[in-house]
C-alpha cells in the first residue's frame, strides 16, 4: 500500500503461498511423500486457503475445529471462538488413509497430475459425515447436491497447515480467468487505490439480469464501490459455466456500471448450497478480500428444492442468520427482498411494495434456462439483449444441442434393432451426426479385454457413457444398445451427460421368458447349462428401471413403430424437430 492512503479493511491476512525457494524445497521433498489427488473442490478450498481467503484458516480443519464448526459454527477455543460455519476438510478414502502417518507429511496433487503443495498431516480422524450433513446443511436429503458430495467423499479426514507450491494446474483449461484472479491482498490494495472507504461485494453464481443491477446500484448508493464477486470454483451440473458467466458480466460492466465505482474479479471458491451458513461463509470471505458491506438478497446460496418439491431454504433464512452473528462479522449486510418487476410502473420493486392491482411479472431461474434452452423469448425487462446474447451462444436451443438416447434391456430383447430402425430416421431428419454405440460393438472395439463380472461390466458402461458424453457436448446424437443392468451405473451415465444435453433412457422391456425363447445367439442355452457364467437373467442380476422416460415392449411393438415413438418424444421435448 502506498504511504497516505486508506488503511483497508478486514484483519490480518494468511499467506500460505511458498517462496519460490522453499517451493523448490517442498517440491524436491513431495517426491518422497505420501500422494492425495484433490477432488475439484478441494482444490478449490486449497486456493482459498492459500491466498488467505479463507483468513485465519492456515491449512483444513482438525477434529476439534471440525466438531465445534459442525456443532456451534465457530472455530474451537476457549470460551467460543470466532464465527466460522462451514468446516473446510480433506476427505480422503480407506486406500488413501492407509498410506498416511500422523506427524508426518503428504504431498497435494491437483487431479492433472500437478504438485500443488505440501501438508503437515497433525491429524487423521473419521469423518463424521452425519454431524456435518445435518448441521451445515440442516438436511440428509441427497437431492441437496452439498450433502450428495459430502455423503460422496472419504470416510477420514487429514487435519493440518498446507504449505502451497501452485495454485494453477499445469494443464490451464483456459477458464483461470488471470486478469481477475485478484487475490484479497491485492483487491484491498485495488480499493484504496481508487481511495473507496467502503465497498459492497456481490456474490454471484448466475449470470446478472436486471434485478440484480437494481440490487447492485441500490448498494452503490451507500457505498464508495462495488465488488462484482461470481464465484468461479466447481458449481453444480445445470448452472451456467464460469466461463460463460465471465462474459456476461463484462459486456454488462462496460455497458450498465460506471466502471470508475464498480470492479470485477472472481472468487475460486466452490458452492456448498448451505443456504444460510453459506451465506456468513461468502461475508467472511468478503470481509477478508477487504469488503465493508454484502448483499444478501433472497435465498442466498440456496440450491432449490428437496426432493418433495419443497424449498430447502425459506428464503430470509440467510438474512435471519447473518442479523444474528452482525456484531461479529466485521462486515455489515446490505439485504434485499424479492425483486419484482411491476408492468404498470416499468420498475423493479421489492416485493412487499406491490400494491394490490399492480401487475408483477416474473421469470424464475428454471423458466429463465428453459427458455434459453428451446431458444425462446427472454424479455428486456428481465434481462439485457448483450447478456441474452452472450448465453445464447454456448445455450443454443435444444434442436441444435446434443443428446443420447440411451437403451437398457436383456440380452435378446431387441435392443439393437430398434436403435438401428432409430438411427435411420434420426439420419433422415438430418441436422446432426448419428454414432450407434451397440453393446456388441462396443464389446469388439472398445471394450475387448473386458469381461462380464460386475466390475468389467461398470467399465464397460461408463466408457459408453463418456463416448456418448462427449458426443452429446459436440452437439451429437449418440445412441446407446448395452445391457446396463445396474441402475447405479445407469444413474451415473445419466449424470454425466444430462448438463450437456438431451438425455432419454428407454427400457427395452421384452420379459425373459420371450428372450430365452428367442435365443437368437443360443447364449440362454449355453447359461442355463451353466457353461456361460454370470449370465443376465440367468445367473446375474438386472435392475428393472424403476422411472425409464420410455419403457418398450417387443411383443407388441415393432421395432419400427418404437423408433416412431421415440421420434415424437423428442419432438415433444424440443430436441428434433
Ligand atoms: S453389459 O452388462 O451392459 O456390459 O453387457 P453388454 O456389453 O451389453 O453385452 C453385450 C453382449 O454380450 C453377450 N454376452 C453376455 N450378456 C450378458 N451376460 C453375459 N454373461 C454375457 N456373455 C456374453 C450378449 O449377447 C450381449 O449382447 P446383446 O446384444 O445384449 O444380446
Redesign the pocket.
Known amino acids: 500500500m502506498s504511504a497516505g492512503l486508506i488503511p483497508p479493511h478486514g484483519g490480518t491476512l494468511v499467506n500460505r503461498i511458498a517462496s519460490s525457494a522453499k517451493a523448490e524445497e517442498l517440491r524436491a521433498k513431495a517426491a518422497d511423500l505420501p500422494k492425495i489427488t484433490l477432488s475439484a473442490k478441494q482444490a478449490c478450498d486449497l486456493e482459498m486457503i492459500a491466498i488467505g481467503a479463507f483468513s485465519p484458516l492456515t491449512g483444513f480443519v482438525k477434529k476439534a475445529d471440525f466438531e465445534s464448526i459442525c456443532r456451534d459454527m465457530r472455530l474451537a477455543g476457549s470460551g467460543g471462538g470466532t464465527v466460522w460455519p462451514i468446516p473446510i476438510t480433506l476427505a480422503v478414502d480407506d486406500a488413501v488413509k492407509a498410506t498416511l502417518k500422523t506427524g508426518s507429511q503428504a504431498a497435494l496433487h491437483h487431479a492433472d497430475g500437478t504438485l500443488l503443495a505440501v501438508m503437515d498431516v497433525e491429524e487423521i480422524y473419521p469423518h463424521d459425515k452425519k454431524l456435518e450433513i445435518s448441521n451445515v446443511f440442516r438436511t440428509e436429503d441427497e437431492a441437496h447436491p452439498g450433502v450428495k458430495s459430502v455423503v460422496d467423499e472419504g470416510d477420514w479426514l487429514v487435519g493440518g497447515p498446507v504449505h502451497v507450491i501452485t495454485v494453477t494446474p499445469e494443464k490451464e483449461p483456459g477458464e483461470q480467468f488471470t486478469e481477475f484472479r485478484l487475490p484479497p491482498a491485492a483487491t484491498r490494495d485495488a480499493f484504496t487505490q481508487r481511495g473507496w472507504r467502503t465497498v459492497a461485494a456481490f456474490q454471484t453464481r448466475n449470470p446478472i439480469h436486471r434485478a440484480h443491477e437494481y440490487l447492485c446500484k441500490c448498494a452503490q448508493e451507500i457505498c464508495d464501490g462495488l465488488l462484482i464477486h461470481p464465484l468461479v470454483g466447481e458449481t453444480k451440473p445445470g448452472d451456467i459455466p464460469a466461463d460463460v458467466r465471465m462474459k456476461c458480466y463484462e459486456v454488462l460492466i462496460e455497458k450498465y456500471f460506471v466502471p470508475e465505482r464498480t470492479l470485477l474479479s472472481v472468487m475460486p471458491a466452490a458452492m456448498r448450497y448451505a443456504g444460510p451458513r453459506e451465506a456468513i461463509l461468502h461475508a467472511l470471505v468478503r470481509k477478508n478480500y477487504g469488503c465493508t458491506h454484502f448483499i444478501v438478497g433472497r435465498d442466498h446460496a440456496g440450491p432449490g428444492n428437496d426432493s418433495k418439491g419443497k424449498p430447502f431454504y425459506g428464503p430470509y433464512d440467510a438474512q435471519a442468520l447473518m442479523k444474528k452473528h452482525a456484531g461479529e462479522l466485521d462486515i455489515t449486510m446490505v439485504p434485499f427482498q424479492n425483486m419484482v418487476y411491476v408492468e404498470d410502473r416499468a420498475q423493479y420493486i421489492p416485493e412487499d411494495e406491490v400494491k394490490e392491482g399492480q401487475n408483477v411479472l416474473n421469470i424464475s431461474g428454471t423458466e429463465f434456462r428453459r427458455r434459453l434452452q428451446e431458444g425462446l423469448d427472454i424479455p428486456d425487462w428481465f434481462s439485457y439483449p448483450a447478456v441474452v446474447d452472450e448465453l445464447r451462444k454456448t445455450h443454443p436451443p435444444r434442436h441444435r444441442q446434443g443428446f443420447t438416447v440411451f437403451f437398457t434391456g436383456l440380452?435378446?430383447s431387441g435392443?439393437?434393432t430398434i436403435a438401428n430402425a432409430l438411427m435411420v430416421k434420426l439420419m433422415e431428419l438430418g441436422g446432426r451426426r448419428v454414432t450407434l454405440l451397440d453393446?456388441?460393438v462396443?464389446?469388439k472395439h472398445l471394450s475387448s479385454e473386458l469381461g462380464?463380472t460386475r466390475e468389467h461390466?461398470d467399465i464397460?458402461?461408463l466408457r459408453i457413457g463418456f463416448v456418448a458424453s462427449e458426443i452429446t457436448k459436440n452437439g451429437g446424437i449418440a445412441i446407446c444398445a448395452?445391457?446396463?443392468?445396474y441402475v447405479q451405473t445407469r444413474r451415473q451415465v445419466a449424470e454425466m451427460i444430462r448438463p450437456l444435453g438431451g438425455y432419454l433412457e428407454i427400457h427395452v422391456a421384452t420379459p425373459l421368458e420371450v428372450c430365452e425363447q428367442r435365443d437368437r445367439?443360443g447364449?440362454y442355452a449355453k447359461a442355463r447349462a451353466g457353461i456361460?457364467k454370470?449370465?443376465?437373467g440367468i445367473s446375474?442380476p438386472y435392475d428393472v428401471p424403476q422411472s425409464p422416460d420410455m419403457s418398450i415392449d417387443t411383443q407388441i411393438i415393432s421395432p419400427d413403430n418404437a423408433a416412431h415413438r421415440i421420434i415424437v418424444k423428442l419432438e415433444s421435448m424440443g430436441f428434433v424437430r
Open positions: 440380452s435378446g435392443k439393437s453393446g456388441d462396443v464389446r462380464f461390466r464397460n458402461i448395452p445391457i446396463a443392468p445367439k447364449l456361460i454370470e449370465f443376465t446375474d
